[in-house]
């Protein structure tokens, strides 16, 4: 990418790298008018999954399948009705990314999705959300093989291996590569006629069916379908396939069935607050999570502030459980943006304070909950207490909507290396006195499985969710990771 390209991307999340980022948001839709305008929309709507490229890839008659693909946001992008036109026809799939394999941070036009490959049947589009777990050892058997790859994403492993496959049908040769696939992965897909949509068996990311007119939709959450005014019909299934087109929708599970793990931290942070998850609203899931931390670590104090804005759900809880009083002892800008892409020194070193700012005249000389929806590296935490402190706090407490999170993901979310992470080198008590603050307390994983619904807890034997950046117990095993070093849990840890 040209120097002058990169000035025009706006950062994913500016002077905030201290949070995990989403993975990648998918969305596709059949028999509509103007599919790309659509798409635009939904992906508009899944914005928050990724911020650094976005793609369209659409099919007409007589033209053929024909492809946008652009860094930056969608609005930037998308709005057009010169771009749109490039794009025509009644089927269309888009994505948006945040690069979590691939060339991270020096993405090239040819990593952003959708993907496309020419089939002896017909031409057929890809776009995934989720990261292939062995998508080194399948690329290195597959170019020793004769496939030629024109990406650094794993994500093209799939497009190589339908390539290969002798199935009859695109769904055929989708469903014999995806077999080959270990991992997560929520990908939606096209050919000249057909929407497939397809989850792994474990369902750790995301895809839902939804309805427009006689058309239909697939997307990585409901929030984009809100947009479009689609009507919501149901969750693709751990391990279903489905085939949407102008006959109506096919479903088949074509995997070994396994029992689901729905990645947990999507309820806590990934997705949109006012998408719907497990038929739970993720708003509700939040403020439940800010009760139980609430039950679980009380504490005297006088206001229960968020972190913005992510924590907002969660304080929100927090003060109705504890019945101390809610107020936002921050405020986000927000309108962060282009402004200060290429940051100066002295900027830059204001880091934190572009983008929050105390409302001093409400925290002074009070006892002042944080809540937060997670600490990664906690050099963002670290900031916000001392910005709070030096705006007259009498005493900071943090409360932290998740548990610590001492593992990296390996299922689509870029995560720090292991020793980055501040609960992977410190107890509890050593990040609180890291951090300066009068008291930290996390969620427990039981409370945290309270609060997306399951009253008993986390069942050690049969987790019904995929918590491995919290537990260490990674539901597949990361192969790729391993040949490189990476060191699993012990039965001792
Ligand atoms: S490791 Fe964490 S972030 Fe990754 S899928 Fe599992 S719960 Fe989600």
């Not at 991992?183 to 939804?210: N, Q, Y």
């Not at 990934?270 to 504490?299: C, H, M, Q, W």
Request: one cysteine or more.
């Amino acid at each position: 990418m040209t120097n002058a390209l990169r000035a025009q991307m706006p950062p994913a999340h500016p002077f905030d790298d201290d949070k995990l980022k989403e993975e990648c948001g998918v969305f596709g839709v059949v028999g509509v008018d103007n599919a790309a305008s659509v798409v635009a929309l939904g992906l508009h709507a899944l914005q928050h999954r990724g911020q650094e490229a976005g793609g369209i890839v659409t099919h007409s008659f007589p033209q053929g399948f024909s492809s946008a693909r652009r860094f930056g946001l969608v609005r930037d992008n998308f709005t057009d009705e010169s771009t749109l036109a490039t794009v025509p026809g009644p089927i269309g799939i888009g994505h948006v990314r945040y690069s979590t394999s691939g060339s991270k941070g020096a993405t090239q036009i040819r990593d952003v999705q959708p993907f496309f490959g020419e089939f002896s049947m017909g031409g057929a589009a890809i776009a995934h959300n989720g990261n292939i777990t062995n998508a080194l050892q399948l690329r290195k058997e597959l170019v020793e093989r004769g496939s030629i790859f024109q990406s650094s994403s794993d994500s093209e492993c799939i497009i190589h291996l339908m390539a290969r496959s002798m199935g009859q049908n695109i769904p055929d040769r989708m469903e014999e590569a995806l077999r080959k696939v270990e991992g997560a992965f929520s990908v939606v897909a096209m050919t000249r006629t057909k929407l497939i949509g397809c989850r792994d068996p474990l369902g750790v990311r995301p895809l839902v069916l939804g309805q427009l007119g006689d058309g239909w939709v697939l997307a990585s959450e409901t929030c984009a379908l809100d947009i479009i005014n689609a009507t919501f019909i149901r969750e693709i299934e751990p391990g279903e396939m489905v085939v949407a087109s102008a006959k109506g929708v096919e479903s088949h599970f074509p995997f070994r069935r396994a029992k689901s793990r729905f990645c947990i931290f999507e309820h806590v942070y990934f997705s949109r607050p006012d998408s719907i998850l497990g038929g739970r609203s993720v708003y509700e899931t939040r403020e439940n999570i800010g009760r139980e931390l609430a039950k679980e670590n009380p504490v005297d104090a006088d206001l229960v502030c968020p972190v913005p804005d992510s924590g907002t759900p969660a304080a929100i809880g927090f003060s109705l459980e504890s019945g101390i009083p809610y107020a936002m002892g921050i405020i986000r800008n927000q309108y962060m943006g282009r402004t200060f892409i290429e940051p100066s020194e002295s900027i830059r070193n204001m880091g934190v304070r572009l983008k929050l700012n105390v409302n001093r005249a409400l925290v002074k000389n009070k006892r002042i909950i944080l809540v937060d929806d997670s600490v990664v590296r906690g050099t963002t935490s670290r900031k916000i207490k001392e910005m709070i402190l030096e705006a007259g706090a009498a005493e900071v407490h943090f409360r932290i909507a998740s548990p610590p999170t001492a593992w990296p993901c390996f299922y689509g979310v870029d995560t720090p290396q292991r020793e980055k992470l501040l609960a992977a080198t410190m107890s509890e008590e050593e990040m609180r006195d890291h951090l300066g603050v009068d008291s930290l307390k996390f969620i427990s994983l039981d409370g945290l499985y309270r609060a997306v619904g399951e009253a008993k807890g986390r069942d050690k034997n049969a987790p019904k969710y995929c918590d491995a950046c919290f537990s260490g117990e990674y539901p597949v095993k990361p192969a790729d990771m391993l040949d490189q070093g990476f060191e699993m849990k012990t039965a001792a840890e």
